[in-house]
């Protein structure tokens, strides 16, 4: 997978997550078309139950975790570069 892919990946888990929220609380319906119905196909327990769907949220969430924490893993460490005192203090006339 292409590193620019990761954060749309976290983006869309976000999404689903949220709209899974949004499924158990406004029983069963949601805003997104055709999400409602491919979620009562995936997951047959929010058909039953619509407020099952925070039991999926939960998975939804520690797997965006793993992500978040597997692209923090893989990233290049920081160069920090030294700054000079005149710069850090750009924004206070009255210390120049």
Same mark, same amino acid.
């Given at each position: !997978?292409?590193?620019? *892919?990761?954060?749309?990946?976290?983006?869309?888990?976000? /999404?689903?997550?949220?709209? #899974?929220?949004? #499924?158990? @609380?406004?029983?069963?319906? =949601? @805003?997104?078309?055709?999400?409602?119905?491919? *979620?009562? =196909? #995936?997951?047959?327990?929010?058909?039953?139950? $619509?407020?099952?769907? #925070?039991?999926?949220? /939960?998975?939804?969430? !520690?797997?965006?975790?793993?992500?978040?924490?597997?692209?923090?893993?893989? *990233?290049?460490?920081?160069?920090?570069?030294?700054?000079?005192?005149?710069?850090?203090?750009?924004?206070? $006339?009255?210390?120049?």
């Amino acid at each position: !997978m292409p590193d620019e *892919a990761l954060p749309a990946l976290g983006d869309a888990l976000g /999404g689903a997550i949220n709209e #899974l929220k949004q #499924l158990s @609380m406004a029983d069963g319906r =949601s @805003m997104v078309p055709g999400f409602a119905e491919a *979620a009562r =196909s #995936l997951f047959p327990e929010i058909a039953e139950e $619509p407020g099952a769907a #925070l039991d999926v949220v /939960g998975h939804g969430v !520690m797997l965006r975790r793993r992500l978040i924490a597997a692209v923090a893993e893989a *990233a290049p460490p920081s160069i920090d570069t030294p700054v000079s005192e005149a710069r850090r203090r750009w924004w206070r $006339p009255w210390q120049r």
